[in-house]
């Protein structure tokens, strides 16, 4: 349970201000329909996610347990540290045909936002940090819509009153958190 748990609040954070929620406004303002492009957003990161949290129990089962530590203790500081940077959302990333609709613009949109973001490079880390895929997918999908639906329902108007650094500050101290523990094997000590 614990994978899961923290895997939707290090999302949850993490996507505040990321590329994918400011899409998130992008696609709502434009489109003005809610409940499609929260379809859209859930589909593209459960594939998405899914292929993240995949690849993470793939590597565990190809890495050494020692090598996994260090690869998984210094890819949590990398992610502490790329957390800290703010994103900025690419005008391509919203151009989408029109004959997709607005689920299908979105779920392309999202699902190309997302390769290679912060939040699926987290999952992958998770994922094998946990050895529970499952759990790591179901928890950052959770996180990416816990950030990203009020975004889609209340606009910029609510992203603004965000304080930004402190949000990013905490995602980042519990990656570095997460680091550390696992480089000093922590987990192995109370297991």
């Not at 809610?34 to 899914?50: D, F, R």
């Not at 606009?155 to 696992?182: C, E, N, Q, S, Y």
């Amino acid at each position: 349970m614990e994978s899961f748990i923290v895997s939707t609040g290090v999302v949850a954070l993490a996507e505040i201000g990321d590329k994918t929620q400011l899409l998130a406004f992008i696609l709502a303002a434009r489109f003005r329909k809610p409940l499609p492009i929260i379809a859209g957003i859930l589909c593209a990161t459960l594939v998405n996610h899914g292929l993240a949290g995949a690849l993470g129990g793939w590597i565990t089962s190809v890495l050494s347990p020692e090598v996994l530590r260090w690869v998984l203790g210094l890819s949590f500081i990398g992610m502490a540290i790329w957390t800290l940077i703010p994103d900025r959302i690419e005008d391509e990333e919203t151009k989408v045909a029109a004959r997709l609709g607005v689920f299908g613009a979105t779920l392309v949109t999202f699902f190309l936002a997302e390769m290679g973001d912060k939040t699926q490079i987290a999952t992958i880390a998770m994922a094998a940090h946990y050895a529970s895929p499952l759990l790591v997918v179901m928890g950052t999908t959770l996180g990416m819509l816990i950030a990203d639906v009020p975004a889609v329902f209340v606009g910029d108007r609510f992203g603004a009153k965000i304080p930004m650094k402190l949000v990013h500050g905490i995602a980042a101290a519990i990656f570095a958190a997460l680091g550390l523990l696992t480089l000093l094997g922590v987990d192995r000590l109370l297991g």
